[in-house]
């Protein structure tokens, strides 16, 4: 089955310390992958998309992530978080044909200052 | 530019009443969706069109009717809905690649409260 799990449905890391979130899809074709930040009561704002070529992305707002086919991955990481960076992560997978995001659960950050 | 604007922003709306949320894009987007999204949960799709023509309906109840006027507009026209349809509602939009590659753009939602 098609799926998209995100291990951690809260992480809490210090300002200023680094951060890894974690997405493990089930996909049997060549997947797209999406990494969106949503702050409380506001849209989806995409991160960073990887479809094919370099398996390391950059995106937005010092983010970056990785592909790694063989552990079925795309992690999420940024060096040095920011307060302005608690928000919801969600990874996605694109169901190539469909329109169709299958997206994770989501993952809950909170910034201690 | 990257930008999907929602109005309202916010909605409280009895079962009676009837109402709309609208959804602009300029981005030359040829595929345009609604999602319902409840809080602490992922978003869910409910409607894409594709080239102004209705191409997916997530069997969502008709007291929702999606028109898409133009290639830039969309609309979410409400009836009769219940309770447990407040929701945040996201439009999104997409540049039409038959779905293989789209990239969804997605705007700010619009709270909706049913009483």
């Known amino acids: 089955a098609q799926s998209v799990t995100q291990p951690d449905i809260h992480i809490t890391v210090s300002e200023g310390a680094s951060l890894e979130l974690r997405c493990n899809y089930s996909y049997g074709a060549t997947p797209y992958l999406f990494w969106y930040v949503q702050s409380p009561g506001q849209g989806l704002q995409l991160l960073l998309k990887?479809?094919?070529?370099?398996?390391l992305v950059q995106g937005i707002k010092g983010f970056e992530a990785e592909f790694k086919r063989s552990q079925s991955s795309f992690n999420l990481r940024k060096p040095s978080v920011h307060w302005s960076d608690a928000a919801e992560y969600f990874c996605?997978?694109?169901?190539?044909?469909?329109?169709?995001?299958?997206f994770g659960t989501g993952t809950r950050l909170k910034v201690l200052a | 530019d990257t930008e999907v604007t929602q109005t309202p922003k916010h909605l409280v709306m009895g079962m009676t009443n009837k109402k709309s949320l609208k959804c602009e894009q300029h981005m030359g987007h040829r595929a345009m969706y609604w999602y319902k999204q409840k809080a602490k949960k992922p978003p869910e799709l409910m409607f894409v069109?594709?080239?102004?023509?209705?191409?997916i309906n997530e069997s969502v109840p008709s007291r929702f009717s999606p028109e898409c006027p133009n290639s830039s507009l969309l609309n979410l026209h409400l009836h009769a809905l219940q309770p447990e349809d407040s929701a945040l509602y996201l439009c999104a939009s997409s540049q039409d690649t038959s779905g293989l590659t789209d990239t969804q753009y997605f705007g700010p939602g619009t709270r909706l409260t049913v009483l």
């Open positions: 996605a997978v694109l169901r190539g044909g469909t329109y169709k995001y299958i």
């Open positions: 069109y594709s080239y102004e023509k209705l191409s």
């Open positions: 990887y479809f094919s070529g370099d398996t």
